[in-house]
Structures are given as C-alpha cells and as structure tokens.
C-alpha cells in the first residue's frame, strides 16, 4: 500500500514524489512518456536553449563593428539540446529514486479513489496525485501544422514560419525563429499581441518584433490551412499567408480523458478538475496539481501547488496563496510581472540603466505599483532579465516590503537589478539616474 499515487511526472508530479519522498512516505510514481513530462522536455527547457541560442547570434549581429559569419547544424544542435535535457530529467530521475520513489514507466488508468491500474498491475494507495498536465488546443481544418513538441525539434530553420497564435509561446518561438533567419509572421485573433498581459509592456515587444522584421497580423481569424509547395494559412475576409512551416500555438487544454477520471466523479471548473485551496478535489483523498489544476499554467505553479499538496497528504494544513505568483514572458525584451497594479506607481526607462546599454539594449521600462502607505503591490517589467529580477519584487509583494525597502537597499553595480532599486526609489525621492 502506497502512501500515495501520482500520475504524470511534469514538475507538478515529480517534485510531489521528491516532498514526499523526503518525509519517507511510500510513494508511486506512473509516467507514460518521458520524466520530467512537458516542460523539461518539451516546453520550458527547450524553448529557452532555441532563445537562448537566437539572442547569443542575434546579439552579435546586431553589435556594430561585429561582422558575422555563422552556420547552424540543427540536427547536431538536437543532439546537444537532448543530451542537456536527458541530463535534467536523468538528474530528476535519479533524485526521486534516491528518495524511495518507486518511478513506473506506463500509462495509468483510474480505476476508483485507490486503486490504479498499469497495464495488467493494480496498485493501491492512500492518496492519489493527478498531476497529468495539457496538450495543445487542435483546430479541425488546420492541419499538418506543428505544435510546441514539432518545432522544438526542427532539424532546420524554415525559410518562412507562420504562427497561429499570438499567446507567449508563439511569441517567444516566433521571435527566436526570426533571430535565427526565418520569416516569421504572427496572427493573433485578439486585438493583439500576448492577449491578457499588460499593453502597456506589450507595446516594447510589439516595438522590438517589427525592428526584428516580424509580421504581426491582429484581429484575424484563421479558417484553415491549404498544402502546396508552401503551407496557405486562410483567414476571415480571403487574407492569407504563405509559409514552409506553420506553428499552432493557441492554446492548452488538460489532460482529463482517457485515464478513467471519470471514474471518480470529481467535480470540474470548466475543463480543469476542481480544488479547493489545499490541492484536494471533491474527493478528499484525491489531489489534483498543475496545469491539469487550472490557470495559471505555469511550471512553478506545478512546483507550489506540489509542496502544498505534499504538505497535506503529510497531514499539515497547507493552503495556496498565489497572490505574488511571477508569470514570464521569453520575449525580447522579456516581461515579467507579478501581484497587482495599484493606485500609484512609478516607472524608470531601461534607456537609463548603464548595464542595459551595455548589453546594447535600451527598449523597455520598469514599472513598480505600490499603496498609499508605499507598501508594494505588484509590478511589471518589460526588460533584459525581467524573468531574473522579478523574483525580488514577488518576495516584496509576498512580504509586504515598502518601495523604500528596495530602493534603500545596496544593488550591485552595473546590473539591470539597479532598475528595479531606482523604480523604487522614485516612489518616495528621485532616482539617481533619471
Ligand atoms: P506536464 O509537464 O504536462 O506533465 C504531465 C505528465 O503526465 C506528462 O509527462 C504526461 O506524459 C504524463 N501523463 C499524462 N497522463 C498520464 C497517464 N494516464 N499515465 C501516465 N502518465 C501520464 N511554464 C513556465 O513556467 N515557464 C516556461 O518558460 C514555460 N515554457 C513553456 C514552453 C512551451 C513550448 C510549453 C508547451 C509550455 C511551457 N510552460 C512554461 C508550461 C509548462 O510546461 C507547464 O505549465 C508544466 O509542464 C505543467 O506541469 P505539470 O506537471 O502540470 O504537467
């Protein structure tokens, strides 16, 4: 008898194993594809290395005086790229196993609020995880497109690349596809870019993506998709656009079917399966963490609502609080913003941070908001290591720190960091710097 059963072993499963594992329960943990699930192997992690890969050329190329000769071998790139992940996800492996985990390899059918079966193997355990995550939003009529897993593993870089879906990921592939040669063209149904976040950010990606020569189409409808020598992508109104490869990035659903969820009746939010805020489902010994959870889809959400969800199954009484939850954007520049607008706030250019020039990178802003009794509330970044330096003001709005508190604060110098100080300093004085 398990002390507990986790299905799907993303960041949401594997780091409740490696908790649970830690306080010696007995745990199972049942994966079908590959450990460490979407994002180590096919989201977060190889999505960066590809930008991580456009801005180091893009960089040089960009830098006066630098004359660049480059070719890429995509395929040996791979090799490197799945020879990085396999490192993680065998690290991930290994840590669990090292913690009691007992990591099975197969797909898991529910067969009631105990019991899990493996093929022809019943288990049975005290608590059950669903921790079974999403998959891309298909569209009927638009087909032979690529989805995140397709693109990530190119062999080459498309001549032409149209992306359906203007969301993060089609942005932050989009603008390392466009770094890295290709002729990119977004179409986004909303009114624009990254529907949901901050204009006000959005205007310096909007901005950068038309320096890099990208296309960005908003307010159109894709109908369809048509195969020649090229990939026609169809929109409302006779519209459209030719490319070599297109990319379906519109969105993500859960993963609930086919796994005997039903079987447990549990109630549901929508497509997502319901919790309250200890992670337990309408079946009390049933937990549900990450993106099969609801929104925010995020990596690190997986990973909180995992140490929650641990917690409880450990008998303590842990609660969700996602009021200074970061979200990020790869775009160029990045965005990252966390907690909640207020009243006031205060802005400093990245145009005057020194480190930002260094980086021959002046397009963007540091925005921090923050009560009347100057105790910060949330902020937002559209800067060079926004996904780095919004953590300090994520710990500020969870702690309930004063702007003074940051801008008081000794930064290092030259770092982007001395953006977020002089934000925050502004919020009672004047920043030095602007
Ligand atoms: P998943 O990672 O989806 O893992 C679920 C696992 O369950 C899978 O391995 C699956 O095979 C397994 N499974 C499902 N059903 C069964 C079954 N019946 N039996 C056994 N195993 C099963 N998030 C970020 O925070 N930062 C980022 O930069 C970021 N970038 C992304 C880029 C891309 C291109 C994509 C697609 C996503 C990105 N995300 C990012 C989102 C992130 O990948 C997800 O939020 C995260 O993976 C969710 O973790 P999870 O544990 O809920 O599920």
């Not at 079908?32 to 801005?55: F, Q, R, T, V």
């Not at 921790?131 to 939003?137: D, I, L, M, Y």
Request: with cysteine.
């Amino acid at each position: 008898m398990y002390d507990a059963i986790i299905i799907g072993s993303g960041p949401g499963g594997y780091a409740a194993a490696i908790r649970l594992g830690q306080r010696q329960k007995k745990v199972a943990l049942i994966e079908k594809d590959k450990i460490g699930g979407e994002c180590l192997n096919y989201g977060c992690i190889p999505s960066k290395a590809l930008i991580e890969l456009a801005n180091s050329i893009n960089y040089l190329r960009e830098m006066p005086g630098v004359s660049l000769n480059y070719s890429i071998d995509m395929k040996k790139w791979q090799e490197w790229k799945w020879s990085m992940i396999n490192r993680l996800t065998g690290g991930v492996e290994t840590l669990c196993k090292g913690y009691g985990v007992d990591v099975i390899r197969g797909e898991a059918y529910i067969v009631d609020a105990t019991h899990v079966k493996i093929g022809e193997k019943v288990i049975e355990g005290k608590n059950l995880v669903i921790a079974t995550g999403s998959k891309p939003v298909r569209i009927k009529g638009i087909d032979d497109v690529m989805y995140n897993r397709e693109v990530l593993d190119l062999d080459h870089i498309p001549e032409s690349t149209a992306i359906i879906g203007g969301g993060y990921i089609g942005v932050e592939i989009g603008t390392a596809l466009a770094k890295l040669g290709s002729k990119v063209t977004i179409i986004e149904m909303m009114p624009s870019i990254l529907p949901g976040t901050d204009q006000e950010l959005v205007r310096h990606v909007e901005r950068r993506l038309s320096q890099l020569g990208v296309r960005v189409m908003t307010g159109k409808k894709v109908l369809n998709t048509q195969h020649g020598d090229k990939i026609r992508v169809n929109m409302e109104g006779g519209e459209y656009v030719e490319a070599e490869k297109v990319l379906m990035t519109v969105g993500r659903v859960p993963n609930t079917e086919g796994f005997g969820l039903e079987n447990l009746k549990l109630e549901m939010d929508g497509r997502f399966i319901k919790t309250d805020a200890h992670k337990r489902t309408s079946v009390p010994n049933v937990y549900a963490i990450g993106d099969v959870s609801g929104q925010p889809m995020l990596a690190h959400k997986a990973y909180y609502d995992a140490d929650i969800a641990a917690d409880n199954i450990c008998g303590m009484d842990s609660v969700v609080e996602y009021r200074a939850m970061p979200y990020v954007i790869y775009s160029d520049p990045e965005i990252a913003y966390t907690g909640s607008k207020s009243a006031k706030s205060t802005r400093f250019p990245v145009a005057a941070n020194g480190r930002s020039l260094t980086m021959n990178e002046s397009i963007g802003t540091f925005n921090i908001y923050y009560d009347e009794k100057g105790i910060v509330t949330g902020a937002g970044l559209a800067a060079p290591h926004a996904s780095e330096l919004i953590s300090e003001l994520s710990l500020a709005v969870e702690s309930g720190l004063m702007a003074m508190d940051i801008g008081l604060t000794i930064h290092p110098h030259p770092t982007v960091s001395e953006g977020v100080k002089e934000t925050a300093e502004e919020a009672y004085g004047k920043p030095l710097h602007f």
